[in-house]
T-cell receptor
């Protein structure tokens, strides 16, 4: 069965510091991975997907099939990056399996 | 702009009551989903519908049922609410396989408290 693990419930960094939110997955097929973000008092929304290989708001994520990881990285954190981040994997064509989430706090 | 709306932001119900949570989307999406969101557990899928009157169980369907009579509307039903169903409930919709890379669009959530 598929599983997504985000080992850190809370990650606290100072503004301008690099940030890496970890995501590991287990899946027997060929995965499609995503990062979703929920800012305070806003709805959950897609941040980026691995097939796009794009940078959104300075964030990037590389799918490492050897390590079964999809870590989210940003070289210089901003206060407005403070939010709840969820890693997700798609399976059965349409359904997503989410990790437990990591709360990122960027301190001034 | 995709819009997913949920009937209530906050709901307080008593144990044993029947509870209806409504979700409406305006983008003609085939797929609709109900999740519950709990701290430390992330989002867990309750039910999924890929077409009108079609449904599939998610990871935690026990104690819940769903109804999809129209394409734009997906209802979650708690037949007899219990305190362990106190949670944030999120509805989402998406295009179906073959037309999208599976981005799901979420509603604002309904915080349900069962006392």
């Amino acid at each position: 069965a598929q599983r997504v693990t985000q080992p850190e419930k809370l990650l606290s960094v100072f503004k301008g510091a690099p940030v890496e939110l970890k995501c590991n997955y287990s899946y027997s097929g060929s995965p499609e991975l995503f990062w979703y973000v929920q800012y305070s008092r806003q709805r959950l929304q897609l941040l980026l997907r691995h097939i796009s290989r794009e940078s959104i708001k300075g964030f990037t994520a590389d799918l490492n099939k050897g390590e079964t990881s999809f870590h989210l990285k940003k070289p210089f954190a901003q206060e407005e990056d403070s939010a709840m981040y969820y890693c997700a994997l798609t399976h059965a064509g349409n359904m997503l399996t989410f990790g437990g989430g990591t709360r990122l706090m960027v301190k001034p | 702009d995709v819009k997913v709306t949920q009937s209530s932001r906050y709901l307080v119900k008593r144990t044993g009551e029947k509870v209806f949570l409504e979700c409406v989307q305006d983008m003609d999406h085939e797929n609709m989903f109900w999740y519950r969101q709990d701290p430390g557990l992330g989002l867990r899928l309750i039910y999924f519908s890929y077409d009108v009157k079609m449904k599939e169980k998610g990871d935690i369907p026990e104690g819940y049922s769903v109804s999809r009579e129209k394409k734009e509307r997906f209802s979650l039903i708690l037949e007899s609410a219990s305190t362990n169903q106190t949670s944030m409930y999120l509805c989402a919709s998406s295009l179906k396989i073959g037309q999208s890379s599976y981005e799901q669009y979420f509603g604002p959530g309904t915080r349900l408290t069962v006392t």
